[in-house]
């Protein structure tokens, strides 16, 4: 009768050498646009999960027929669950404006879940979620590039001659670019070295269309009268 407790070397290697490969798939999407969490990270969350899910099931072999010893695969597994939570939320940044790597944490945690599997012999469900979770990574960016208009808040500053009217210019160029003014601050600095004349600076959050249009927008702004340098981020 097989032991349910018992697993051969083969059968071992052939699990973490799948874990690194499946792992490894997910982390070249990551790495190829230059996220935080890259090829490395997902290949050694998968392998990690792949081996304490196999130490939780086959380490212990050798107590599972002692008196009053229950074994729990489930255990250290949850543990791993905990333990990726905090390294996903390593790779969350808020920048002030905008939260970014959410996408990142979440791969890292759906391929800690495909170690697991993996490491568990579900071989089919592991395979098939490494393929589906490329499909998401790759296939619905392209759909959300296309087809899904994200706001994006991005941040402008203009320092400009204080005597120049710049306000009803501002907002023409925003409402052309479809882009929602949120916060606009206004601030009276000293009198440029050069032109011995007042100026005025002018910061402001905006909401654009798409990311792109910053550039575009910042050199619009940049090329009013009056307007000395405009910063954007």
Known sequence: MHDPWII?????????????????????ERERKNHAAGLRTHVLVCLG?????????????AFADEP?????????????ITGVGFLGAGTILFTGK??????TAASVWVVMAIGLAVGAGFYMPAVLTAVLVLLILWGLNIV???????????AITVTADARAQLVESLQKLLTERGAKLTQV??????????T????????????LPYRDQLI?????FRRLEGVKSVTAE
Not at 8 to 28: K, T
């Open 8 to 28: 051969g070397n083969e059968h071992l290697a052939i699990r973490l050498l799948l874990s690194v490969l499946l792992g490894g798939l997910v982390g070249i």
């Open 49 to 61: 999960s792949c081996l304490i899910i196999l130490l939780s099931m086959y380490g212990f072999a």
């Open 68 to 80: 009053n010893v229950r074994l729990d695969p489930a255990r250290l597994a949850a543990q791993v």
């Open 98 to 103: 905008s939260i970014t790597g959410l996408t």
């Open 144 to 154: 959300e590039k296309r087809y899904v208009r994200h706001r994006r808040e991005c």
């Open 185 to 194: 601050q206004f601030l009276e600095l000293d009198s440029s070295a050069d």
């Open 196 to 207: 011995n004349l007042p100026l005025q600076r002018i910061h402001m959050i905006i909401m």
């Open 216 to 220: 575009v927008v910042a050199d619009q």
